[in-house]
Every structure is written in structure tokens, then in C-alpha cells.
């Protein structure tokens, strides 16, 4: 049977006047990709353990609403390319419309909720797991699980692939990861495990330029399995795992 391919799909944008106002050198994009994942051979061949996102969301990376937040803004563009799943399947939004944040409303809710002095509004400070697990909350009433993981083979190869494989299972909603060595925010999509190892499913939010479509990005590796091996294993990682499953039946 014919599989429906969604991934060349975008949606468009409504940014209001939420783009950025000083000097961005890119206009911002109408529509952005969706399912830019879809398409990609899974990584190991024989007995395997994949377990995947579930549902659609958008591509959010550096520059996208015409704001360049390159060296400061991945960890935004991640929300909210989690914000941008929850509001397509996170079944408590349905029939209301909450749009992903924008980079300044994200600035301000964690004004308002204390987690930050008002100079953070309008700076080009980054932001962690930790804030995500608030933005989330705040924005679209979702509690996060946030995972800490030490550095080394072990604990990425055991606790985190694990954590991974039974947060797809029971949520199927993208997770967001940060570290403090690697600290470059990613999001992931799925994990892959077998007796070679284990690969993440990463979408990387520090592409910057025009919209690519969902081939492009995959071959120039802004969407792509990675070893988790080929991760630092000096750094340690936290993990932000939207808990989506417990209102998932509630009308």
C-alpha cells in the first residue's frame, strides 16, 4: 500500500509583528517544512529497536522569522519546534489556536513567571531545558520531565537511549536536548538501538538561510541519525520530555 508522504508539506506563518526589529537580513518565511525527518532510512539494519515521534510538526531554525539569533537562539528554535507538535496533537489545544511563541513572547513569559530579570526581554541570552520545561508549561499547560544525564558512554548509551526509547512509546512528542560541554540545543525525533549501538534522530535548529526542502536538509545533515557515541562524553546532557500521554483522551 502507498504510503502518504507529508514531508515536503509547510505551513504557513502568521509572525504578526513579533519579528525581529533590528536589522534582521532575512525576511521572514511564510511557511516552514514540516515532517523534515520523514523519508530517512533508519540507521541500523537486523534486529532493532526504533522508536519515533508521532503526529506533525514544523522546522524551526536560526533566522526563520526574519530575526538572526545565530550563537544565542537554538535553544528557542527548538521550543518552538516542540510548540509547533503540541499544537497539532496535543488534544486539550483542540479547537484553539496557539501559534508556537515567538522569540520575544518566550522572553517575556519568563519575565513574567520570575524565572528571569526584566533586562532579559529583548537580550540575546540562551536559554536551557529548564526554561523549555516552563515555556511549555506556560504557554500550553504541559508538564515536562527533565532528565539528567552524567557524562560518559555509559550513561548516554544506557539511561538517556532508554529514557528515549519509553518517553516515543508513551508520548510520541519531540524531546529537546542541551548540555553543558555540548552546548548546542537539539531536538529529537526518535532513537534507534541495536547491537552496533544506538543513533538519535536529530533536527538541528542552527541552520540559517533560505528554506530548504525536507532532501536538502536531510543531505546536508540538519536533520539525520546520530551515533549518540559521536556525542560528547565529557559533557553531561538534560533531556525535556513534553508528558503528553495523560490528557491525550480528554475532549
Given at each position: 500500500?502507498?504510503q502518504k508522504?507529508?514531508?515536503?508539506?509547510?505551513?504557513?506563518?502568521?509572525?504578526?509583528?513579533?519579528g525581529?526589529?533590528?536589522?534582521?537580513?532575512?525576511k521572514?518565511?511564510?511557511?516552514?517544512?514540516?515532517?523534515?525527518?520523514?523519508?530517512?532510512?533508519?540507521?541500523?539494519?537486523?534486529p532493532?529497536?526504533?522508536?519515533?515521534?508521532?503526529?506533525?510538526?514544523?522546522?524551526?531554525?536560526?533566522?526563520?522569522?526574519?530575526?538572526?539569533?545565530?550563537?544565542?537562539?537554538?535553544?528557542?528554535?527548538?521550543?518552538?519546534?516542540v510548540?509547533?507538535?503540541?499544537?497539532?496533537?496535543w488534544?486539550?489545544?483542540?479547537?484553539?489556536?496557539?501559534?508556537?511563541?515567538?522569540?520575544?513572547?518566550?522572553q517575556?513569559?519568563?519575565?513574567?513567571?520570575?524565572?528571569k530579570?526584566?533586562?532579559?526581554?529583548?537580550?540575546?541570552?540562551?536559554?536551557?531545558?529548564?526554561?523549555?520545561?516552563?515555556?511549555?508549561?506556560?504557554?500550553?499547560?504541559?508538564?515536562?520531565?527533565?532528565?539528567?544525564?552524567?557524562?560518559?558512554?555509559?550513561?548516554?548509551?544506557h539511561?538517556?537511549?532508554?529514557?528515549?526509547?519509553?518517553h516515543?512509546?508513551?508520548?510520541?512528542?519531540?524531546?529537546?536536548?542541551?548540555?553543558?560541554?555540548?552546548?548546542?540545543?537539539?531536538?529529537?525525533?526518535?532513537?534507534?538501538?541495536?547491537?552496533?549501538g544506538s543513533?538519535?534522530?536529530?533536527?538541528?535548529?542552527h541552520?540559517?538561510?533560505?528554506q530548504?526542502?525536507?532532501?536538502?536538509?536531510?543531505?546536508?545533515?540538519?536533520?539525520?541519525?546520530?551515533?549518540?557515541?559521536?556525542?560528547?562524553q565529557?559533557?553531561?546532557?538534560?533531556?525535556?520530555?513534553?508528558?503528553?500521554?495523560?490528557?491525550?483522551?480528554?475532549?
Amino acid at each position: 500500500m502507498e504510503q502518504k508522504v507529508v514531508a515536503s508539506e509547510s505551513d504557513e506563518i502568521d509572525w504578526g509583528g513579533s519579528g525581529a526589529e533590528e536589522g534582521g537580513v532575512m525576511k521572514k518565511s511564510k511557511t516552514l517544512s514540516m515532517n523534515v525527518h520523514s523519508g530517512l532510512p533508519d540507521p541500523l539494519t537486523g534486529p532493532v529497536k526504533c522508536s519515533l515521534i508521532k503526529g506533525d510538526y514544523l522546522y524551526f531554525h536560526y533566522g526563520c522569522d526574519g530575526q538572526d539569533d545565530r550563537g544565542w537562539g537554538c535553544g528557542y528554535r527548538t521550543i518552538q519546534t516542540v510548540a509547533s507538535w503540541l499544537c497539532r496533537n496535543w488534544f486539550p489545544l483542540q479547537g484553539k489556536h496557539r501559534p508556537p511563541p515567538s522569540l520575544p513572547e518566550i522572553q517575556q513569559a519568563l519575565v513574567t513567571m520570575g524565572d528571569k530579570p526584566a533586562s532579559f526581554s529583548c537580550s540575546r541570552e540562551w536559554i536551557g531545558t529548564f526554561e523549555a520545561s516552563l515555556v511549555l508549561d506556560y504557554f500550553y499547560d504541559v508538564p515536562c520531565k527533565l532528565v539528567h544525564v552524567r557524562g560518559g558512554g555509559a550513561e548516554l548509551e544506557h539511561v538517556a537511549v532508554e529514557e528515549l526509547h519509553q518517553h516515543f512509546e508513551k508520548h510520541g512528542s519531540p524531546v529537546m536536548m542541551g548540555g553543558d560541554r555540548d552546548n548546542s540545543s537539539k531536538g529529537i525525533l526518535g532513537v534507534c538501538s541495536g547491537d552496533r549501538g544506538s543513533y538519535l534522530l536529530v533536527v538541528d535548529p542552527h541552520y540559517y538561510g533560505c528554506q530548504l526542502e525536507q532532501q536538502e536538509l536531510q543531505k546536508r545533515g540538519w536533520v539525520a541519525w546520530k551515533r549518540v557515541s559521536s556525542l560528547d562524553q565529557s559533557s553531561f546532557y538534560n533531556l525535556c520530555m513534553p508528558q503528553t500521554a495523560k490528557k491525550r483522551n480528554m475532549n
